[in-house]
Structure formats: structure tokens, C-alpha cells
């Protein structure tokens, strides 16, 4: 029987995702669970897990393709509830399994217990209308197929033709990246196909004549910058980034922004720094500023849990956490992005170390897990690294706070009645002025500092 796969909601309410590389092609058998497609959500890179065990008989979406929830991407053949395999399946067993459990939930699915990778057919892409596959019982006719790797469309057309443009999928999500029509490009590559390099050298020529149009263009033939490349460039705004920008744009415009600044001398917190990574208990753990700051936030959360606090408008509530999901700010290529540590308050410091290690090193990966990017209760930010005294750091929506650690420097500062070379931190906090009071959050900083400044003080705190 044909089984048609929909996208699911990857994430909490998300609308979208992009479809980054299929796993799999037309003609492929596949198991139950067998990773299918690697998808881009709003916040992060998912697998996308198969929820039938089958053959592959259509991929409606190709790779660079931002599909709205709830479309179909996927048709499939499987066993009927019989359990007999489905026409062209080359593993017998594996289709079988339908039937037997119904399809998983993406990420949440039940094991096979087939073991041994199917076999697989060409990888080809065949396009294919949604309705097509539930019209009727049988598979709709194939179109013209094109390679997801790098074979060029089957379809050979000189521009304004009619015909579809010949050319491979990277150079096909080039075109769209750069807003070009590839009906409107020469091919110079062999057959008529068209490369990299013809996109490209239509869109700066394209650059040009608008900037000559505009009067924009200086003396000389040529509009483009000094280094000979194109005078803009143009990049969609999807994924992590448009997910930023509007949690962004909604934190500064519904929670009121208020700023507060500590500059702190952590001599004491580094020389304890160095001890730890000397000690054996920590051996092979990286332990950082950024940990300690995690810990002295932890405590001095304890004494100051105003500032561990969302603000409910529907029900007109303010909710107090009695955990503490640690936001962790982590750059990334595709943008920034939060993952908390879940239930960080009860960890150890060396605990703690290896989970805020592991979350920013997924996360630069680009396979932080949605579950990972939501309920965070606080979160900090270390904008020291990139040699930044301080910030004004905005919210993640729903938070009351968030810390920023600025860079660690030798300073001369006051010290036992006398100026001494020393190690100084400035910390930057952020809160929601509807949450919490200027006492509140002058508090917490101040309990901040104390810990960092001298880490001997938590026995006083605890």
C-alpha cells in the first residue's frame, strides 16, 4: 500500500523546516527508523527519522527547499496489513515490520529489530505532484529524474527554450540563494549544463546593470567591489537566523530591558581555575571562567530566585522555578543559538563542566536537539571571548535574565591598600524589569561577584 509521509512539528509549534540533503533515494528500501533526510528547523539540524519500513517511491521536495509543516515530502510503499512486501522491496523482512507498530514520532521511535543496512537502489530524485500518491493505490508516473548528488537534469534546454534548464541541485540552490532565473543564464559547461560559475557571473552581471541603473556605479566599466568580486551579496534570511531575529524583536519590544554592570577582580577565581585543571579530579574536563560564572549564577539563584521567573501574560502570572535550566549562548554558523543545561542546579562543578562542553560543542555542530533549545529559565553569555568588556545582552523570550561574562584582563586596580597588576572581570546583567526590582537584580549581581571575586564566600551563600 502507498503510505504518505507529512512534515512533522520538528520542534514547539515550529511552521517550517528546510530540507538540507536527502539520506535516501527513489527506489531505496528502507527500515523503520533509518535516518531519511537531514532538515534545518527555526532552531536547529535534525535527522529525520523514516516512520515506515518500505520502498521509497517519491521525494516531493528537493534539498534547499523550505517546506511548511504538514506537506507532504515522502511517498512510500509497504506492506499491506497482511504483511506481504511491497512490490520491488528487496528486503522482505524489513518490510514486514509494518503492520506490526505504528509510525514513530520523529526522534521518539521504536527500535527495529532487523539489523543490517538495506539494500539500496540509484539515488534519484523523482518529482512528484503531493496529491499524487493518494489518488490512487498505486504509485503516480515518475517525471523526469535528477540526481541528488551531482548528476545534471535529464532535461537539455538552451535558455528560453521552454524547456526546464539543465543543471544539479547545488548549482540549482545557488540560483535561488541569489535570486536568478536560471532560464535567463548561458550554459558554458558541457551539454549545455550550467555551472557554479555561469550563475554566478550572471549575478554580478545582473548586480551590475542595477547599479548602473541606479547612478550607483563610480568611473570604469565594471560595478563590482575592489578585490573584483560582486558589490552585494544577498543571503536568505530562514532558518536559526529567522528564528533569532524574531525572538529577538519580541524580547526588546514586550519585556522591559534594564542593565546593570560589576566590574570584579577574579584573581582568586583564576588561580582556583588553575588548581582545578592541575587537580586529578578534574583531569580531562574543561573547566573555564564560563563554568565558574555557571556555578557562582546557580548559587546565588538560591538567593535571589526572582530572577529565576517568566512572566505569563494569558493567565496574568508570575511562575517561579524551583529548577534552573541554564541557558548556554553558543555562536554558530548558522547563527546563535541557546541550548540549556536541564536541571543544571543539581549538578556538580564537574558535572556542570562537561554538560555546558557538550551542549556548545552540538550546538557548533549544528545537532542541538529542539527539546534542548526550549525551557530554559536563565541564561549567560560569554561575550569575553571575543575580547568584549561589556554588553547590553537582550532576553531569550520567556526569561527573566541573562549574565554576560566580559574578557578577563591584567588591570592595575586596588588591592590591599595598594595598586597591583590584576585580574579583572566585568559582568553585565540583563532583566526584566516587570519581574524583577533594581534591588533584586543588584543582589544577585552582587552575589555574582562576591563568588568570582572570592570563591571562598559561597561558604557564607550555602
Not at 557554479?196 to 565594471?222: F, I, K, L, N
Not at 556542570?352 to 549544528?366: C, M, N, P, Q, V
Request: glycine share 10%; with cysteine.
Amino acid at each position: 500500500m502507498i503510505k504518505e509521509f507529512r512534515l512533522p512539528d520538528l520542534g514547539e509549534g515550529l511552521t517550517e523546516s528546510e530540507i538540507l540533503s536527502w539520506k535516501v533515494g527513489v527506489g531505496d528500501t528502507v527500515t523503520l527508523n533509518q535516518v531519511i533526510a537531514e532538515v534545518e528547523t527555526a532552531k536547529a539540524v535534525v535527522e529525520l527519522p523514516s516512520p515506515f519500513a518500505g520502498v521509497i517511491k517519491a521525494l516531493h521536495e528537493e534539498p534547499g527547499t523550505v517546506v511548511e509543516v504538514g506537506k507532504p515530502i515522502v511517498t512510500f510503499e509497504v506492506a499491506d496489513d497482511g504483511g506481504s512486501a511491497p512490490s520491488g522491496a528487496e528486503g522482505g523482512d524489513a518490510a514486514g515490520a509494518i503492520g506490526k507498530r505504528e509510525p514513530n514520532l520523529v526522534g521518539y521511535g521504536a527500535v527495529v529489530e532487523s539489523s543490517g543496512r538495506p539494500a539500496r537502489r540509484p539515488r534519484n530524485f523523482t518529482a512528484v505532484a503531493p496529491s499524487a500518491a493518494t489518488a490512487s493505490a498505486a504509485p503516480a508516473p515518475a517525471a523526469a529524474p535528477a540526481s541528488v548528488d551531482s548528476t545534471p537534469d535529464s532535461a537539455v534546454a538552451p535558455a528560453g527554450s521552454g524547456e526546464r534548464p539543465r543543471s544539479t541541485p547545488p548549482v540549482r540552490k545557488l540560483a535561488k540563494d541569489l535570486g536568478v532565473d536560471l532560464a535567463d543564464v548561458t550554459a558554458t559547461g558541457p551539454d549545455r549544463l550550467i555551472t557554479r560559475e555561469d550563475v554566478q557571473a550572471y549575478a554580478d552581471g545582473a548586480q551590475d546593470a542595477r547599479t548602473q541603473g541606479t547612478g550607483q556605479q563610480g568611473t570604469g566599466a565594471t560595478a563590482g567591489s575592489a578585490s573584483g568580486g560582486p558589490r552585494e551579496v544577498r543571503t536568505p534570511i530562514k532558518g536559526v537566523r529567522k528564528f533569532t531575529a524574531a525572538a529577538m524583536v519580541q524580547s526588546a519590544f514586550t519585556a522591559p530591558h534594564a542593565t546593570e554592570f560589576l566590574t570584579v577582580d577574579v584573581t582568586p577565581a583564576m588561580e582556583l581555575l588553575a588548581k582545578l585543571k592541575a587537580s586529578r579530579e578534574f583531569q580531562g574536563c574543561r573547566v573555564t571562567p564560563m563554568t565558574l560564572a555557571a556555578k557562582a549564577v546557580l548559587i546565588a539563584l538560591k538567593r535571589n530566585p526572582s530572577l529565576n521567573s517568566r512572566w505569563d501574560e494569558a493567565s496574568q502570572e508570575i511562575v517561579t522555578f524551583n529548577y534552573v535550566n541554564l541557558g548556554i549562548a553558543a555562536a554558530t554558523p548558522r547563527g546563535l543559538t541557546v541550548p540549556n543545561v536541564k536541571d543544571a542546579d543539581r549538578l556538580s562543578l564537574r558535572d556542570l563542566a562537561g554538560a555546558i562542553t557538550e551542549l556548545t560543542e552540538t550546538a557548533r555542530a549544528g545537532k542541538t536537539a529542539p527539546a534542548d533549545l526550549s525551557g530554559g529559565t536563565i541564561s549567560i553569555t560569554n561575550i569575553g571571548v571575543f575580547g568584549i568588556d561589556a554588553g547590553t545582552p537582550i532576553l531569550n523570550p520567556g526569561e527573566a535574565a541573562i549574565l554576560a561574562l566580559g574578557a578577563v584582563r591584567n588591570m592595575p586596580w586596588e588591592y590591599q591598600g595598594e595598586v597591583a597588576l590584576r585580574q579583572v572581570l566585568t559582568l553585565s546583567l540583563s532583566f526584566d524589569h516587570r519581574l524583577v526590582d533594581g534591588e533584586q537584580a543588584s543582589r544577585f549581581l552582587a552575589d555574582v561577584g562576591a563568588i568570582m571575586a572570592e570563591p571562598g564566600m559561597v561558604l557564607t551563600m550555602v
